[in-house]
């Protein structure tokens, strides 16, 4: 026995390292021989193996000591059953991971003609030599540099580790990587020279397809390169590339466009074959927003693999039971790339033909991607009219067959049922989850009608329903859950494991090196804190995206039902549990949702501060964090009264949103709307009137009927401030009856207040009336309300009891008091500092009739501040500079 | 002693240097061009009156050259004083466009330090000659000599890149993409960059440094070596090549630093075509020709330039000319079999394929001739076949991957024709007809939104090509996607390209009229009827015109537009005559039906 392991733990950890070696996916290197030492020297207590491994490459300095290292190699693999075993030697199962792995090498050296063993041979002297100088340095063993030419390894060090029990000798695995780099190299060419020489694609692709164990490992994977390092197995590259398009979608920031694009080139150069680099180089493109490269990229990508490689096989179903590929795909690529560069003619026109394709092709499972992806579109983009821009309804087979055109929403609602039901069939389970969730955000907002235009009317209320929603939302994450039960599991084996136990092995070897690495904010996931102790998470990360974003949606449908402890739970636990998962967009959306909550509930100054936190955290030019730093600085602009403020940041608003009609709407709506209430604030009534209207029109032609209430409430405001009570009134019951339709509770509520104020502004009559209304709303209000609305509801009670005749103040003073000290707290945190001024008036002029002369004294100051706060708004210009 | 005189001593004496370091290619064109400079005839009347016939034969000669040459009868001794005033280094020879030349000197050769070194040189030149470059190579190891000093470098180069090709051949198969790079680069850069330094470096070796940069991909510096090594050696037209396939776009050539001497101008002329200004090509090539008057090459690079700008029957008699005077030629026979090709000249083709297989069959021209011949006869297979055995041979030759992407389109095999067209783009990103292709086989994939971006690509690399608008166009028009005000616009680009299919008009006018806009429509079929009626063809296209034209003149009152197309139509058989008659018929009707009208019409 060459060497001996102090203890079983050793001998498993060995094990483990050399299985990771051949799983790990960090890069698309091996690692130098340098690293190599340097992570067995981590492991502990085998110095003596790597002092074999160095000792022995001496032996293969001509093409004969290969052929004996493979001969040897082969007898470190068990024979097949029946036969004999010799007693203390434990042999390697041909059939474990590393045994299928030794055997690949095996295979791949014998079917090597005598120059590919010359390049072997030269490679190995390369792959030693590369590091001869800096080896002397991380070894204080005393090998003479002589030697460090000839340090190729040798079979004797694996023959005799064939005592590793369940791993087995796998440490050739190392070696027997670097034999195999070139190999297939020649069985690839010799296989093509066997094809019929017209086409080569066609075989290609075949023989790709058919992929059983052992044919795609040796097809294309291994290569070498004298001067670029030594290219890992195929399956481990394509780790890689998986990775590194997750990294990109979480974070495209952190990655910079050319230098990463050099890596996936000197990739593409080692490995042409390899066509998903392309791929990476488009995604590379699209998150750094170069629309013209990323759609040139798209089209090399899917020329060169001919829509061969397929986008779905990485999803965890599995992947003979259907097979995405060919150009419906690249289609599919294009319809979202326009989509995401904000073209929704161009997509939808990508998207109608892929869906042909697709049919024409029968490739359902593409079919439902792509109906999904004109679903997302649809819902996304606003389109009034869907006549023109799809050439025809039929190309999507979007009528009932009753020849009534159907609107926009309704053939959203078609496809997107048709996706559904068709993801069910195919067992497309992500699919499924983001189709329910796609219906869930549809039944959100939108009224169901009958399709049928005609016929037997049977009774609907036409409301939305939240129960259905409820529904759409279990059903997502319930999908999800079989991920489990399915025993899909094992698909998702991505090498990530092995991947973080050697990269916490190194850190572990050199605990200096750990310090250097620049803790990216995104990237501390649990391998780091758990060391490598931890275990992967066993979802895929896809899955997890997916059960993240039912939860953002639930944040989201309980902020338009108005529940706000609801909306900060769900976003609390996507941001806990779901952060790993989730993009960096999307990690800012529930931030942002955090922090609008905040700033309601709290305030601005902890609002500002956890803005701060969150600016830290995701780089400036995430535009979830910019659009609430803009948010934030114009609702407190508005409420100090700096106008000014407020009508720059409203104009910073609407130039963040593109200028393609159809795109951005929510932004765009989003910036009338404040353009319109800062209007107001400046008592512009006529002109807010018009902006407000005017959105009203863009809203209805686009069937936006949730942000239809908001609209209709703000013009009722306008006409109450501007004193058309009468007016306001219809324009509040409109909104009214939105609020009821779409069951936003909080927003009728506030309509509620504005109604009852509209009442009390008719005169005093009305004032039982306006009461009613108000304590009708209140629990709701004090539920869920924000400082804003619980003001305003407080000062109103207030003031209806004021009006009310029967009501005497010095009765019981406390019914006002109370409500309007509360609501003067409130708005001193808001720092709104007009109805504060409001409420503090109240309160001096109550004071003063109960004659109680130094609370009326202290109200009148705080009136007095407030003033003269609104006055002079840049007096307090303590605010943090907004540099957007 | 006269400029071609001059010419003449400057060719032997390169192709001589030029030989002499193994540099064969270019020692070959260098003496073509020798043999092809005009005879000068001794008397100097005759001189004058050739120079005179000279300036005849190519219009575009400079203005200058001629009275110059009335002026002064003995036009050579007025040469001399040029000459002698070009010795102080200034103008030399007649600048054919008004330019003066800057007349660079013959480097001499470098003497040998020993007989022993010319020994040395004499074995290493042979075994270079037979092929062994290492042995060259080694044998010249320790040699100081400029000469052999490059032949040393020069071989292990050529070692180099043999061991590349087979180690390609081993690793990928001969068409695999591959990564092999030449191993001896590194150490002959870092030899040349050291030489370069330290100021002792002479053309050829910065030609040998160039090449070597350019396989490293240092393209910038590159471009920089190879104006020097020019600048100080202008005939070597290897290293005018190479500059030339590093100038990709006009932008570097311009701000190309040269010196003004006449290889210059064959330089810019095959940048141009290269660029496909075909125009200035043609411009600066005839000029070309006033010297070298009976130069196959320049003969040869006019034809193509003909044959891009798609004038056939003028480049076809050039290269049957050439073919007459040099019976075993192969260079740029491909073009003339693409012209005959594109001409469906079947025997002239065979006999053309015939020819080069005698000649040398595994020349990639030649394969390429053969597989235009079988493409020619539908036997695409076959066609495939001598393709790769072309790209075999060469595996950067572009067109080549080009028709081997439409031979495949024709067998149907779109992985494997669009794996040709990339292959070709690889090679020259702005070869506009693989882009072409590729949307053609996106087209045959009924998938035409998708096709369309390669269209676009293509059209945007040869704005003028009707060809392409047509087919982005046809791609808008289809079926699926229904655009047809962008067809519209691709038609009417088309159109103003000097479409000569007489496509566009066709279809702008049907679109027209499907769109509803009658006055278009019957501007454009009239337009197209005109077309057809100046270049004598019959056929449906025409008939359906008259008829759009005679309705649409009908429903206009203008009854006398009308009738004459209705008469015309009468002399087609078919039901369109049966329509025109009752056409006739009607039109008899309305016009009694509204005399006033008509008088109207008459008066006026």
């Keep these: ?56 490459l001496l032996v293969l300095s001509s093409p004969d000591d290969l052929f004996n290292f493979f001969d040897k190699l082969r007898g470190v693999l068990a024979a097949p059953e029946g036969s004999s075993m010799e007693e203390e030697q434990t042999l390697l199962d041909p059939n474990s991971h590393l045994g299928i792995f030794i055997r690949c090498c095996i295979l791949t050296f014998n079917m090597l003609p005598f120059e590919g063993v010359c390049h072997l041979l030269t490679n190995l002297v390369a792959y030693c030599n590369s590091n001869d100088s800096t080896y002397e340095m991380a070894e204080d063993d005393d090998f003479n540099g002589s030697e460090f030419h000839e340090l190729l390894e040798d079979p004797e060090v694996y023959c005799e580790a064939a005592e590793f029990e369940e791993y087995g000798l796998e440490n050739d695995a190392q070696a027997a990587e670097n034999l195999t780099h070139i190999p297939s190299k020649f069985l690839s060419s010799f296989l093509e020279d066997n094809q019929a020489s017209d086409d080569p694609r066609i075989k290609h692709g075949d023989g790709g397809s058919q992929s059983g164990g052992l044919i795609p490992l040796l097809n294309n994977n291994f290569r070498t390169d004298d001067n670029l390092g030594v290219l890992r197995s195929r399956w481990q590259i394509e780790g890689y590339l998986n990775m590194q398009a997750d990294l990109l979608e979480k974070d495209a920031i952190s990655f910079p ?99 042909r394709i697709a049919q024409q092709n029968n490739d359902d499972s593409c079919l439902a991607y792509t109906l999904a992806a004109i679903c997302k579109l649809l819902s996304e983009i606003g389109i009034s009219n869907m006549t023109g821009i799809i050439g025809s309804p039929y190309s999507l087979g979007t009528t009932t067959g009753l020849g009534t055109p159907l609107s926009t929403q309704q053939q959203l609602l078609v496809l997107l049922k048709r996706s559904l039901e068709r993801a069910d069939h195919l067992k497309l389970t992500n699919l499924l989850a983001f189709n329910h969730l796609a219906l869930a955000k549809f039944d959100l907002k939108h009224v169901k009608k009958p399709l049928l235009s005609f016929g037997p009317k049977a009774s609907m209320k036409l409301r939305t329903c939240p129960t259905s929603v409820c529904r759409e939302l279990r059903l997502s994450s319930h999908v999800l859950s079989e991920f489990g039960a399915d025993g899909l599991l094992q698909l998702n084996d991505t090498g990530a494991f092995s991947t ?87 990690l800012s959306l529930a931030y942002v949702k955090l922090i609008q909550h905040l700033s309601v509930f709290k305030g601005y100054t902890e609002a500002f501060n956890a803005l701060k936190l969150a600016e830290d955290k995701f780089s400036v030019s995430s535009t979830h964090i910019r659009l609430l730093k803009l948010q934030l600085l114009h609702e407190r602009a508005l409420h100090r009264g700096n106008l000014q403020e407020a009508q720059q940041v409203c104009d910073q608003f609407g130039v963040l949103a593109s200028s393609v009609t159809g795109v951005h709407m929510e932004l765009k709506t989003e910036a009338s709307l404040r353009h319109a209430r800062t209007l107001l604030a400046a008592n512009q009534f006529s002109q807010a009137a018009a902006v407000a209207s005017n959105l009203f029109c863009t809203c209805y032609k686009f069937n936006m009927q949730v ?107 406390d019914a006002v008091l109370d409500p309007l000290s509360q609501a003067s707290e409130e708005l001193q945190i808001l720092e709104y500092h007009e109805m504060a001024a409001e409420a503090f008036y109240l309160m001096a002029i109550i004071f003063n009739s109960l004659g109680r002369l130094d609370e009326r004294e202290n109200s009148a100051a705080s009136f007095k501040k407030h003033v003269i706060a609104l006055e002079n708004p840049q007096d307090e210009d303590n605010l943090p500079t907004h540099g957007v | 002693m006269s400029s071609k005189e001059s010419y003449r001593v400057e060719l032997r004496s390169a192709a001589r240097q030029l030989s002499d370091r193994c540099l064969y290619s270019a020692a070959k064109w260098a003496a073509e061009l020798l043999i092809d400079i005009e005879p000068d005839v001794h008397a100097p009347a005759s001189s004058a009156s050739s120079s005179a016939a000279s300036a005849r034969a190519t219009p575009s000669t400079s203005s200058a050259a001629r009275p110059l040459s009335h002026l002064h009868p003995d036009a050579s001794a007025y040469r001399r004083r040029l000459r002698s005033a070009a010795a102080s280094g200034d103008i ?11 007349s660079t000197p013959v480097p001499d050769d470098d003497g040998f330090n020993s007989d022993g070194g010319n020994d040395r040189y004499l074995l290493a030149k042979s075994y270079f000659d037979c092929r062994e470059y290492r042995r060259a190579a080694h044998t010249l190891r320790g040699q100081t000599g400029k000469k052999t000093g490059f032949l040393r470098c020069y071989a292990l180069y050529l070692a180099g890149e043999k061991r590349k090709e087979e180690e390609m051949i081993e690793l990928d198969g001969s068409l695999g993409k591959s990564d092999v790079v030449n191993s001896e680069l590194i150490s ?39 104006v020097e090594s020019v600048n100080s050696f202008p005939w070597n037209w290897s290293a005018w090549s190479e500059l030339q396939s590093l100038c990709t776009n006009t932008d570097t050539l311009t701000k190309l630093n040269l010196k003004n001497h006449w290889m210059k101008d064959f330089f810019l002329a095959s940048t141009y ?67 005959l090709y594109a001409k469906e000249c079947f025997s002239a083709l065979s006999f053309l394929a015939h020819r080069v297989f005698l000649t040398d069959k595994y020349r990639p021209e030649s394969c390429c001739i053969i597989a235009n011949y079988y493409s020619l006869k539908g036997q695409h297979e076959k066609s495939v076949l001598y393709f790769r055995r072309a790209l075999k041979l060469n595996r950067k030759y572009l067109s080549a991957w080009t028709l081997m992407g439409h031979e495949y389109v024709e067998m149907k095999n779109t992985p494997a024709a669009i794996d040709a067209y990339r292959r070709a783009i690889e090679i020259n990103p702005r070869d506009y007809r693989a882009w072409y292709g590729l949307g053609q086989t996106y087209e045959v994939m009924n998938m035409p939104f998708y096709a369309l971006y390669y269209f676009r690509k293509s059209s945007c690399l040869q704005p003028n090509d009707s060809r392409l608008w047509v087919a982005m166009a046809q791609c808008y028009e289809s079926a699926p996607l229904q655009m047809l005000e962008e067809a519209i616009k691709c038609y009417t680009r088309a159109a103003n390209s000097n479409d000569s299919e007489g496509i566009a008009l066709h279809q702008l006018a049907k679109l027209h009229g499907v769109l509803g806009h009658s006055e278009q429509a019957a501007f454009f079929y009239k337009k197209d009827l005109e077309r057809m009626e100046a270049e004598g063809r019959q056929g449906p296209n025409m008939v359906e015109a008259m008829l759009y034209l005679a309705r649409y003149y009908k429903s206009e009152k203008k009854f006398e537009e009308a009738e004459f197309y209705c008469t015309r139509l009468l002399d087609y058989t078919g039901p369109e005559r049966e329509t025109a008659k009752s056409l006739l018929r009607g039109l008899r009707i309305a016009q009694t039906a509204f005399p006033s009208m008509d008088i109207g019409h008459f008066g006026s």
């Design chain 1, 1 to 56: 026995m060459p060497f001996a392991f102090q203890s079983i733990s050793h001998h498993h950890c060995l094990g483990l390292f050399l299985f990771s070696l051949t799983r790990s996916c960090e890069s698309f290197l091996d690692p130098s021989l340098e690293e190599l030492l340097n992570q067995l020297k981590a492991l502990g207590g085998l110095a003596m193996l790597s002092e074999h491994l160095i000792s022995n």
């Design chain 1, 257 to 355: 466009l050319y230098s990463f694009s050099a890596t996936l080139r000197q990739l593409q150069k080692l490995a042409p074959e390899l066509h998903r680099a392309r791929y990476l180089q488009y995604l590379n493109a699209l998150y750094h927003n170069d629309y013209l490269s990323a759609l040139d990229e798209l089209h090399c990508y899917f020329d060169y693999s001919a829509g061969m490689e397929g986008l779905f096989s990485r999803s965890p179903s599995p992947s003979s039971e259907f097979e995405v590929g060919r150009f419906e795909t690249a289609l599919l690529c294009l319809g979202t790339l326009q989509c995401h560069f904000g073209h929704p003619k161009k997509a939808l026109e990508a998207l109608t033909e892929a869906v």
């Design chain 1, 500 to 586: 973080s136990w050697l990269k916490n092995l190194s850190a572990v070897g050199n605990p200096w090196l750990k310090k250097l690495q620049k803790p990216r904010s995104l990237s501390v996931n649990d391998y780091d804190t758990f060391q490598f102790y931890a275990q992967p998470n066993p979802m895929p990360g896809s899955v997890l995206q997916l059960a993240g974003a039912s939860y953002l949606l639930r944040a989201t449908s309980w902020e338009h039902y108005g529940s706000a402890p609801l909306v900060r739970m769900n976003a609390l636990v996507y941001a806990t549990c779901f952060a790993d998962a989730a993009s960096s967009s999307e």
């Design chain 1, 707 to 813: 942000e239809n209430a908001t609209v209709l409430l703000l013009l009722a405001e306008i006409h109450k401030k501007s004193g058309d009570a009468v007016l306001g009134l219809s324009y509040v019951l409109a909104s009214l009856s939105f609020c009821k339709t779409f069951n936003l509770d909080l927003l009728e509520a506030s309509a509620t207040v504005t109604l009852a104020e509209l009442w009390l502004s008719l005169g005093s009559s009305h004032a039982k009336k306006a009461s009613s209304l108000i304590y009708q709303a209140l629990p709701m209000i004090l539920g869920h309300g924000g400082l804003e609305l619980r003001a305003r509801a407080n000062i109103a009670v207030a003031k209806c009891l004021l009006a009310d005749p029967s009501y005497l103040v010095s009765e019981d003073p």
């Design chain 2, 92 to 102: 030399a020879a007649t600048p054919p466009a008004g330019v003066s030349y800057i």
């Design chain 2, 188 to 226: 002959l850069e870092r030899e040349l960059s050291s030489l370069r330094r330290i100021g002792s470096i002479d053309s050829f070796d910065l030609y040998l440094y160039g090449l070597i940069l350019k396989d490293k991909g240092c393209e910038s510096l590159a471009v920089t070596v190879f």
């Design chain 2, 273 to 339: 075509q290269e660029l496909k200004m075909h125009e200035e090509a043609l411009k600066r090539y005839e000029c070309l020709l006033g010297v070298f008057r009976s130069s196959d090459y320049i003969q040869s690079q006019i034809a193509t330039a003909l044959y891009s700008l798609r004038e056939l029957d003028e480049a076809e008699v050039i290269f049957e000319d050439l073919l007459r005077n040099d019976p075993y030629r192969v260079e740029s026979m491909d073009i003339y079999s693409n012209l």
